[in-house]
């Protein structure tokens, strides 16, 4: 009976532990029985019908996962499921990971709305067929929303609500094939963190919107709306320095394409069946990362450029040419650029087609005998624009007929040079004065131009060359010809009174000059000595550890161009070149002027070119004392505001920081359009040149011990940048082209251009996405939040390279190893992987191969999914350090001091050296009982640390 008793009570332990360790939450395990009892197939997931326990048993799984007693993660996805959702679906609050799709789910989306920690909803290619209006509220830490071929709202449509946007950390929104009308919300573009955005084959309409122009998108699918389609210009596009894939095919896009889309890290763009113009952009064609480019069914003109890379699409569109590299014909160039003046309006786009305006459809052009275009007949065709210079290339025209159209701006003053014209009707538009001098045989027609009439109203008196019998015959319209001759007068007379207010006080003004200056010269000579023409100074900024406060000074004659070097002490931080204007950024180093740069460099000589980047072109210079220097000049084509952020960043960063291992600005120059860095020279070049290219540039492979030191050098150079200067910053583009070797090759870090201060106190910092693909943290290219983990984590990548060989990302390698810090995390723990991995450049045994292992390891801590769990540089370098410098007792004692008992106590040691070596006898009296410590001997070394503290 007892032991009977002993069982009930056994059993019921067991059910009470069951229930309170391994039971589901009542309210999870109702939805959870509900969502299984809508499916008309549940038999698929293989859910016990008896045992409902789906955090308490394991047969819930893979398809249900719990933490603790709530339903955290559901994935059911492709499995065909067909049934509705539960409507109180959202009441499953620790649900963060829901996969559904490519179910067959129908009926009406329950709202998601108190799913605050939802993060990824895939519920694609599916039939659900309503979506509520509260979907998206709370949902603030969504990363991953997908509802991809789902009929909603299939009569009326919907648009994306606008409670989206309080998902701060949304990455990628796919919502294509799904009923979406109306504009692409504003919102879209502000979210800093989204970087995939796909809304292909819905029915939206309108522009790009202008909030585009700065998002951080990566992938941006706008194709095939149905209905009218998207439509307006894509100029915006330029800026959106992210973007490697467009998709705008299928709409109504219209404009040009800009020129600025050469400057993205494009791989993927079609903007086929669109209605875009102009011509193909040189710089599209030079982009080297492009795979594949679709530019079909469009009214694009002029030649083909060679492209340098890709799959390349451009049928059905009126080129002058079918092959790339093959310019037009003059006549056709000329006309394309006409064309370009006034926008070019599609109707003339898509009809001048071929090499041969006189051959075809070229609407509003005649030829004459000798298949010449002769005539532009383009009266009351909405062109807006102005008249391009090229049109004065076009010598056998005899008529130009513009009357009632929208063109602004000034006659261009070749037209005058055309010498079979004969009659220019501009009657009916906006141009501007003043009107060129035309030959007296040329019939102009300006009236109704508002800016060229007096008073409004336009005098009628013919002209000479209209009253000809001659004239009139030509050219019937001339009888309404419009007379600028009266107006010309009393403008003349009006330039001359004001001709005389002008002059009469600048010539004062140039007289007292005149006398001032000897003046001036005179005065600077009694003081200084004989007057001199003024040099530019290079004060190079001084090492902090300089007690002397000396600076070294390069002064370079303005007349002929040399320089010299000298030394001195100055307090004073920068000077100006007094050539041009110059600009001075208050950073600590100093202006250069570019007539110095211009002769060390021989005028920038393409034999002096180093190496060309994102911002310009680096020149090697020499001053007259040997000391070599590299000049980094931006580009005048690309100085745009991020640009000068950039440049104005490098001089700001590198003015308050000084380490060995950073590579040091001597200067820098603004002067009119230039902008150039002055930087120690680096006589090796970058790292990526001796890991990747040095085979094809004859160079010597680097060696093991090499490479360590490499990454030792650089690994002491983040530690300072992020620990050890007076403030810490993050580099943001650490990548082996951006360390640069001396001749003993000895690494220092470069390009400080997007440098972001770290603030105190903050464990990140959101900036604007930077970097380069394949050495970005992910965390950092998700959220746009930054801290000193995502340089460690490019650290990491460098380290593989320097492992491996191989570039952090190319997109010729198999989809498995085409980013290198993905594929070398599956390979590193392996040892026969890892020996099959390292660089084929390299000479590996046992020895080697232990250290190998253990840059390895490092190199897969620094690349840690998680920021938190990849170590500080600090770490770095304590790792690196005993496998690059193992130091040893020097066994040489020729060079220590003999005959120097060193058991002896210190005073006697010391006194007896001085007795050996002939000193006096001044440090005899230490008392070594009182532990006192003498004063250092006169000679002695006054400092062992370097500018960063090593």
């Known amino acids: 009976m007892v032991k009977h008793q002993w069982k009930i009570v056994f059993t019921a332990v067991l059910c009470f532990v069951s229930v309170v360790f391994s039971a589901t939450n009542p309210n999870d395990l109702r939805i959870m029985n509900d969502f299984r009892k809508g499916l008309e197939n549940p038999e698929l997931l293989k859910w016990p019908e008896k045992d409902t326990d789906p955090c308490g048993t394991l047969s819930w799984q893979p398809h249900v996962f719990c933490k603790g007693d709530r339903v955290s993660q559901i994935q059911v996805q492709n499995m065909s499921l067909k049934g509705p959702l539960p409507p109180d679906f959202n009441q499953l609050t620790e649900l963060y990971n829901l996969g559904l799709q490519r179910n067959r789910f129908t009926g009406k989306l329950p709202t998601f709305k108190g799913l605050s920690k939802l993060q990824f909803a895939y519920l694609g290619y599916n039939q659900f067929d309503t979506i509520p209006s509260d979907f998206t509220e709370g949902l603030d830490v969504l990363q991953v929303l997908s509802l991809d071929d789902n009929p909603l709202n299939k009569t009326t449509g919907w648009s994306i609500p606008t409670a989206l946007q309080n998902s701060a950390q949304l990455t990628n929104l796919t919502l294509m094939s799904c009923n979406l009308i109306g504009k692409i919300p504003d919102f879209l573009g502000t979210m800093s963190s989204l970087s995939v955005l796909k809304l292909s084959y819905n029915s939206l309409t309108g522009g790009i919107p202008a909030s585009f122009e700065d998002s951080h998108l990566q992938i941006l699918w706008l194709n095939n709306q149905n209905g009218d389609g998207l439509s307006g210009p894509i100029d915006l596009i330029a800026s959106m320095g992210t973007l490697s894939q467009l998709w705008l ?271 001036s010269i005179y005065c600077s000579k009694k003081k200084k000595g004989p007057f001199q023409a003024p040099s530019s100074i290079v004060v190079h900024p001084r090492d902090p550890s300089d007690r002397e406060n000396m600076v070294k000074i390069v002064v370079s004659d303005n007349i002929n161009g040399s320089t010299s070097t000298a030394t001195g002490s100055s307090s004073q931080s920068r000077f100006s070149s007094g050539i041009g204007e110059s600009h001075v950024i208050e950073s600590g180093n100093l202006v250069i002027s570019v007539q110095v740069l211009r002769n060390v460099t021989k005028n920038f000589a393409p034999e002096n070119e180093l190496g060309r980047g994102g911002f310009g072109t680096v020149y090697k210079g020499e001053l007259d004392d040997g000391t070599k220097i590299a000049v980094k000049r931006m580009e005048a084509g690309i100085i745009t505001n991020k640009a000068l952020d950039e440049f104005q960043s490098e001089i700001a960063v590198l003015s308050k920081v000084r380490h060995r291992h950073l590579v040091s600005l001597l200067g820098y120059s603004i002067e009119g359009i230039e902008r150039l860095l002055v930087y120690e020279y680096m006589p090796q070049g970058a790292l990526s040149r001796h890991l990747f290219h040095w085979e094809s540039l004859k160079l010597e492979p680097l060696s093991w011990a090499r490479r360590l030191n490499i990454a030792l050098d650089v690994a002491r150079a983040m530690e300072y940048l992020h620990s050890l200067a007076h403030q810490s910053f993050i580099h943001r583009d650490l990548k082996s082209s951006n360390i640069l070797l001396g001749d003993d090759y000895r690494a220092k870090v470069s390009d400080f251009g997007l440098v972001k201060l770290a603030p105190d106190g903050r464990t990140s910092v959101a900036t604007r996405l930077a970097g380069t693909f394949g050495y970005l943290a992910p965390e950092y290219a998700v959220t746009g939040k930054i801290t000193t983990k995502a340089d460690v984590f490019s650290f990491g990548v460098v380290l593989m390279e320097l492992l491996t060989g191989l570039t952090a990302l190319d997109e010729d390698r198999s989809e498995e190893s085409r980013y290198l810090a993905a594929w070398f995390w599956n390979i590193k723990s392996s040892k026969e992987k890892l020996m099959a991995a390292i660089d084929k450049a390299l000479d590996v045994n046992e020895e080697t191969f232990e250290s190998i292992a253990i840059i390895a390891e490092l190199a897969g801590h620094c690349t840690a999914r998680e920021p938190s769990q990849r170590p500080d540089m600090g770490h770095a370098v304590n790792v690196l350090s005993p496998l690059v410098e193992k130091w040893k007792p020097f066994d040489d004692e020729t060079e220590g001091y003999t005959g120097i008992d060193y058991s002896l106590p210190l005073t006697q040691m010391v006194k007896g050296w001085q007795e050996a070596e002939g000193k006096d006898n001044s440090y005899t009296d230490l008392d070594d009982s009182k532990g006192s410590i003498p004063a250092r001997p006169t000679g002695f070394a006054d400092s062992f640390t370097s500018a960063d503290g090593r």
Request: net charge positive; charged share 10%; hydrophobic share 35%.
């Open 249 to 519: 095919h299928g709409n109504q896009f219209t404009g040009t394409i800009p020129a600025g889309i050469g400057t993205l890290p494009l791989v993927e763009l079609n903007l086929n069946g669109n209605q875009l113009v102009g011509q193909i952009p040189q710089s599209l064609a030079d982009l080297e990362s492009l795979q594949k480019v679709d530019l079909s069914n469009n009214n694009l003109m002029g030649a083909i450029p060679k492209f340098k890379s890709g799959n390349i699409s451009y049928s059905n569109n009126p080129l002058c040419q079918t092959v790339p590299g093959v310019s037009c014909s003059p006549q056709v160039t000329a006309l394309i650029n006409f064309l370009g003046g006034v926008n070019y309006p599609v109707r003339l786009a898509s009809s001048w087609k071929g090499n041969d305006p006189c051959q075809g459809p070229w609407v509003g052009l005649n030829c004459n005998s000798a298949q010449k275009v002769s005539a532009i007949i383009l009266p009351n065709y909405h062109l807006n624009g102005t008249l391009n210079l090229s049109i004065g290339e076009l010598d056998s025209l005899t008529d130009i007929k513009l009357k009632g159209n929208n063109i602004t701006g000034t006659i261009p003053k070749g037209m005058t040079s055309l010498k079979s014209l004969r009659s220019l009707d501009l009657s009916g538009n906006n141009i501007e004065p003043p009107l060129p001098q035309f030959s007296s045989s040329v019939a102009l027609v300006v009236d109704g131009n508002p800016l060229l009439a007096k008073d409004n109203q336009s005098t009628t008196t013919p002209s000479p060359s209209t009253n000809s019998p001659d004239s009139q015959s030509r050219n019937p319209s001339s009888r309404n010809t419009t007379s600028i001759s009266d107006s010309s007068n009393k403008e003349q007379s009006s330039k001359k009174s004001k001709l005389v207010v002008i002059v009469a006080p600048l010539a004062c003004f140039v007289l007292l000059v005149l006398l001032l200056v000897p003046l």
